[in-house]
């Protein structure tokens, strides 16, 4: 484990010489390859969800030949997975692995919109006590022009006039928790506007700590994905402007963390939308009228994936970079991660009045922690020669024997599937920015009809199931009630995990 962050930061530390101190890096941050080392797992099809295909115009369907656009697999206490297309509904998979409809979430909400991948109905998360209160949450996306609803948070320096979309929270009260369809009530929590051309980087990801238990500090509060809101690259005039970044009065780049009740139960902080601010959350009790008490961390560009280690309950984000570097990182209640002004463990070009695709050394005394500058730096890294967007990502502790004690990971587009050793991540959270995790990919194989191992990628998988070379895998990871992994692609609906 030492060995290994030790030849890490010998590499970037060769690279940065390489490079000069000043010098802006062109091309290839990490010269060194990820590599498969032996490790290899079993993958398996599961179930596939419905075609969905045609159900959207093809004008408003950003993947309009995808047969499912499923993102999430969950599952209840009761045994019960569930798993959403973002087209539309919620799906109840049975005992036989047959899926059916939940809820149709895109029916309740006609104004949606579903012309990019983290548009439409985009997650799900229940509450953990909701066998008793049914209590579920989604994240789905509308269109703004139009839109009869005003947003609870603009970006700062808009208004509504400037509203592109609106990216909305909303809590579902199933009146039989124990019903395989839903009837009940809805509450909308938190509505927040882009202003940006394009919808990227929305909030999609809402999550409860499956660690936190009754009576502890972090039970029953909800966190959300944290992204800038499409401010890097989301298209049109508001795009790549750093002064949305780096600021507690805005919710851009930042992770929050809140109670879902309502002030009016709790008798709490009302926060931006119909839910109590926790003063747990360090920018809640620092006294300053000018932070946002609903923020846990901030800094990130697309953090649209968080887990925790069911061992110890560290915390992970999965963050999406810019042009060059994707960053697993371990997330700290009032923590700065850096975007715009950093990218892994670099100095973005927007410090330096330059570009976001450009890329500057840290200072020596920075990059070795004898000088502190103020931001938290991942703990594992890799660079677009590898991949361009990291994925979901959990610590594994399941059946699986090679993955045990590892964190597994992958990559959206190129639907690689890595690992890096959890101890030398926890190891690398040292306030030293060089020091990082190694990163390995996991070889997928799967059976012949005799029995015989065959070795295949995520793509061929994929390729194969829908008769057709696909640019891209769209990969996305969960993690079963005991531990395993599910392996989804937005590409052909299907449902796979990794087997012992």
Known sequence: MRIRVALAAILFLTLWTASGIHGQITSNPIPARIEKRGLAVEIRDVVRLPDTRGLRPADQDVSPAGWARVSYVRELPDGRRFANDSRCCLY??????????????????PNGIYNRLESGFIGFVFHPEFAKNGLFYTVHAERGPGNPKTPDFIP????????????????WHATNPAANTFQG?????????????????PMGAVEFNPTAKPGDADYGLLYTSGSDHGFSNGGGPNASNPSQTQRLDSIMTAILRFDPRSPSVTHGVKGLGDYTIPMANKFAADGDPNTLGEIYAYGFRNAHRISWDPMDGTMFASDIGMNNVEEINIVHNGANYGWMKREGVWQNGRVRGGGLEELF??????????????FT???????HDEGRSVTDGFAYYGRIPQLRGKFVFGDIFAGR????DLAAMKKADDGIPQTVAAIE?????????SGKRVDVSLQELIDKTMGAKLPRADLHISRSRDGELFITSRQDGMIRMLVP
């Open 377 to 383: 730096y991942p703990v594992a890294m890799y660079d």
């Open 441 to 449: 990919e996991i070889q997928l194989y799967v059976r012949d009809e």
């Open 156 to 171: 700062i320096g808009y208004s509504l006039k400037d509203v592109t979309y609106h990216n909305i929270i909303t809590e």
């Open 361 to 374: 050394p840290l200072p020596p005394e920075i990059l070795d922690g004898r000088v502190k500058d103020g």
């Open 185 to 201: 009530t809805r509450r909308e929590l938190l509505r927040e506007a882009h202003v940006v051309a394009n919808l990227t980087h």
């Open 417 to 420: 599937i890595f690992a890096s």
């Open 92 to 109: 109840l998979i049975d005992k036989d692995n047959k899926p059916r409809a939940y809820a149709d979430v895109s029916e309740a909400f």
